[in-house]
């Protein structure tokens, strides 16, 4: 599948990158990585005039530990460098194992967090080739007026499958905006919209440009565990993010899951049901249930929505046992 035309456009700071926002809004796509954007391009899902190329400005990278003790981390570094971080392996880890699940060594050398935070949202009627689409009719995320995942709604249900969403809702992370109309921090929680088209509140002149994750955040337990078809490399069909401060007794404890939705979520109430307990089997398969009762897959995989929703259930279980025994 052949790419379709497009201008390149390649700023060398981020004031450039922002004109150029300003000027082509509308008609224009962010490329980062590249890793999710050039095959969503070669199906003929984006059809942008303009590429607006991240990867010369060398100010959107790095891990940088601030003064009061949080981290900033550049929108253009990559998962690997995630991954490897020991700064996060040792503050944040829940966030550097959610990265080392993405895709493959290649893929994650090339994605970037900040890709992986705007993620498009993923169906199968959706990520196909044009001429697959076309066969079934099109459907409301690009091209055609119908869902063939719930027919005769008006709402489509493709769902969030990035890796680090979760285990960064757990943390508390807040995001940098910067566009034409100037920078606005948010916390990662406001990001989504929980559709499965307009999945994300970013304007078309904006871009992500940071991420912060909070010194209260950091120093918890941290767990990933991910349902995937080939464990070598593919997208998440259910993924679970736990973090944990316990000491015999959980003082804290927070969860997010991933691909089960069509945005990353929090898993409402886990703090309260665990807080001041010693964990046990009993109460790991309650927090389950919360987790469970979360999830509303539908059928936008290959797996079906009962079998992804049962292993959010005993993901949630071993993970949060896993962090409590860490
Ligand atoms: C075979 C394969 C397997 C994969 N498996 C996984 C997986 O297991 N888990 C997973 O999470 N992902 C997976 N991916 C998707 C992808 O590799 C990662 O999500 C990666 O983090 C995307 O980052 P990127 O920098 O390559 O994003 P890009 O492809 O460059 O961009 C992705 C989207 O985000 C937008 N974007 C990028 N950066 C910004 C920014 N700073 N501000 C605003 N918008 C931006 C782009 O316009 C585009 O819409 C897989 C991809 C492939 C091809
Ligand atoms: S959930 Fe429905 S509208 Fe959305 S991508 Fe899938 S088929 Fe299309």
Redo the contacts with the bound molecule.
């Keep these: 599948m052949s790419l379709p035309q497009f201008k390149l456009l390649r700023p060398r700071v981020l004031e450039e990158a922002v004109g150029y926002l300003g000027e082509h809004a509308g008609e224009l796509?962010?490329?980062?990585?590249?890793?999710?954007?050039?095959?969503?391009m070669r199906q003929r899902l984006?059809e942008p005039e303009h590429v607006l190329d991240?990867r010369g400005i060398a100010a959107?990278r790095g891990i940088k530990p601030q003064p009061d003790g949080g981290v900033e981390i550049g929108?253009?570094t990559?998962?690997r460098a995630i991954e490897r971080s020991d700064y996060l392996r040792q503050h944040y880890p829940v966030l550097p194992e959610a990265a080392a699940?993405?895709?493959?060594p290649v893929?994650?050398n090339?994605?970037?967090?900040?890709?992986?935070?705007?993620?498009?949202t993923r169906c199968l009627w959706y990520n196909q080739s044009l001429n697959w689409r076309k066969g079934c009719g099109f459907c409301i995320k690009k091209d055609g007026d119908l869902c063939h995942v719930a027919p005769g709604g008006t709402k489509c249900w493709a769902v969030f499958?990035?890796?680090?969403p979760p285990a960064l809702l757990c943390l508390s992370a807040e995001i940098d905006i910067v566009g034409a109309d100037g920078i606005r921090r948010i916390p990662l929680s406001d990001f989504y919209t929980g559709l499965g088209d307009s999945y994300r509140k970013?304007q078309p002149n904006?871009?992500?440009?940071r991420i912060f994750l909070p010194a209260s955040s950091a120093d918890y337990r941290g767990v990933y565990r991910?349902l995937?078809v080939r464990g070598s490399?593919?997208?998440?069909l259910a993924g679970v993010a736990v973090v944990m401060r316990s000491n015999g007794h959980v003082s804290d404890a927070r969860i997010g899951i991933t691909a089960v939705n069509p945005a990353p979520l929090l898993v409402k109430g886990v703090g309260e049901l665990l807080m001041g307990k010693a964990l046990d089997e009993s109460l790991a398969e309650a927090v389950g249930d919360l987790a469970a009762r979360t999830a509303k897959p539908l059928t936008t995989s290959a797996l079906t929505p009962e079998y992804r929703r049962e292993m959010i259930r005993v993901f949630t279980k071993r993970a949060v046992l896993a962090a409590a025994a860490n």
């Design positions: 796509r962010v490329l980062a990585g590249g890793t999710d954007l050039i095959p969503s984006f991240l959107l929108a253009l990559t998962l699940t993405v895709a493959s893929l994650r090339m994605g970037t967090i900040g890709g992986n935070i705007c993620l498009d499958s990035g890796d680090t970013l904006e871009l992500v440009t991910k995937r490399i593919d997208y998440p």
